[in-house]
């Protein structure tokens, strides 16, 4: 090795003793090194000697604690405290609402869902922390496994288990409830996407497209095997969105979305052996039977409408739902603390929602952008359509509200939000290879030189 390059590496050295995030370190070696490479080049050519030039390059260059410094602030890991913040009022207002239910629930035999909902949210507590220290670029790696794994128990559980309305989403582990559909919906868009990103991204052609319907189309099946509608038209949505963001081919995903529409109501007409076509159209005709199939959202309806202002207080009396009020979160709520309890949720979940949205733009990583935006979307569908059942003039179906809602749900949406933290966390400390990141380092360097 030459004088030069020995000072350039002892230099480069003493700088990345200062950056904590090691997966830059190569990256800024390159980059650095590079430069002071012309920089020496440079003055060589103006009649400096080599011992010159180098010496001009390093103090040019500044400090090497002090820039080292500097590119920490630039590459360290990062957390969105704005997220967790929303995130611990959200789970604030669920274990609220779930205590206020069992103290006003005499039947002794759903005191413990109290303990349950504790249980599922501090299991979701540690399945968000695990993902956001976790390094979700291997996430990338594992894809096919995954994909093949959900398939396989989608296939297998209606072998499995089978409840009363034919339906088989849901596992028993370890004395814990698996909701395996609901799991599926979460994680296979990922799986799918990370396998067909590049694929679609580089060579968007016709092998590709069908390709990624394949792998749609498998796992669909599936999910209609398992009699889960909700979580198969929730996956379908998804799908089509993740395809029109990874193609950029707009035509081709408005195409898609009206043969999945044709397809979901051919599904209904003709394949709907447990009347949810009924249940989906009963909103039309509220009036018609009150008391009988349009019971909840009349209920619903009334509560609204009766709990003003400031609601009727945690001592409410639960005319309606008695029992079943827990799968109303929204509503309880209203109940409980009125319209202005009401609107404060909905603020709170539109500043909640809008800080997720915001998170793409930062990102640079094509992987993470569109872990970003499946899990953004997801979370986004349910919560906007949990908000309309809030109303009662939307069909009442199994979609819960993601963090407030009862059930073993809680356990993905602290997931799939750690998986969340875990890419903005890792912004700033990704390899450097893609252009634009070379630039945006290039302009930040310069700036603080």
Known sequence: MTNRHERIQHYLDHMCVQVKAREVHNDLRNELGNHMEEIILDKEQEGYTEEEAIAYAIEQMGDPAVVGKSMHRLHRHRMHWGLLVGLIGLSIISLLLMWIFTINVADEKYQFLYRGHVLYTAIGVMMMLFFIYFDYRKLKKAAWWIYILLNVMLWISPMITTDIYGNSRYWSLFGLTLDLTTASVWILPLAIGAVMLDKLRSNCNMQSILTYIAMVTIPAVLLFQTLDWVRLFLFGIMSIILFGWLTRKWLYTVIGALITGIIF??????????GRLERLTVVLNLQDDPYGSAYSNYSIIEIIRSSGW?????????????????????????????????ILLLVAIIWFV?????????????????IIVSITAMFAMQIIYSLAMTTGKAPIISITFPFIGYGNHLMFDYAMLGVLLGVYRRKDTISMRDGKIRKKMGADLLTDS
């Open 354 to 370: 809008a800080n997720m949205v915001k998170m793409l733009p930062r990102i640079w990583d094509d992987f993470g952008r569109m």
């Open 310 to 342: 400031w609601g009727n207080g945690i001592d409410t009396t639960f005319d309606r739902f008695k029992t079943s009020y827990f799968n109303y979160p929204g509503v309880l709520l209203i109940d409980v603390f009125g319209w202005s309890g009401g």
């Open 265 to 274: 109501v051919l599904l209904l007409f003709f394949a709907d052996q447990y």
